[in-house]
């Protein structure tokens, strides 16, 4: 239990998450805690993200340009933002894709040749 | 405690909380609600213990802003004191020509050289160059 709750918490996550918001949100419009359900579903709970670690991420995305949001009224007193991703966040995914590949191989081959 | 005192309770504790700037902390909130109230919805009778678990507590909100935020805070700092050391430089180069121009007068007063200059106002015509009328050299 103390083991997976480190690796909920580890680095190597917390440079993924970029990545996997992306990826959900390639697949259409979605609010932030659909985000998070999809996250936990998809992963088989492993892969956790905690609202507090989410949003910022995704507020720094739609800085960048990367997503659009809008806001809709779904209840008194009650707004949904859905994100999109952009164009501009497509060729974003895609290098963290690349990115991605060539660092997770890397490491293969180190473990690899030192297991 | 009822879904709605708890939800309640945690973002006025997430509010108290976080001290960022105003528009993303409302659009955080906002956000934070209608999650809250998701999570509400498909988890009746939760608790503030039950959001903590699944949210965080509001403690890791703060801490995860101001790690998101402190990249865009170091910027705007090398900024402002990139912009500081310019105006200093530019004031005391300022600073230097004036301390130098006044030495060079002094030095040439001291030397008994002096020169005044007195424009004839009476010319209105601007086309023209206005030329010293008189002009004094004492040696």
Redesign the interface.
Known sequence: MADKKIRKQSNIKHGTIELVLLLLLQQGQK???QL?QELEEYSNGDYEL????M???L??LTQNGYLNCE?VQ??VR????YYEITEEGRVYLDKLREEYSVITGAISNIMKHTD | MDNNTAISKYIRKAKRIYHGDRKTKQRFIDDLQDALLCFSETHPGCTYADLTTSFGSPDEIREAFLKDSSKELKKRNLLIYRIVILCSVLIAIAVLAFTVHLAIEQYHYSQGYFIKTIYDYEKTDSSEETEPIESFHFD
Request: proline content about 5%.
């Open positions: 609010y932030g805690y998070s905690k609202e507090a670690t949003y910022p991420t507020y720094r806001q779904v209840g009650r707004t949904r933002v």
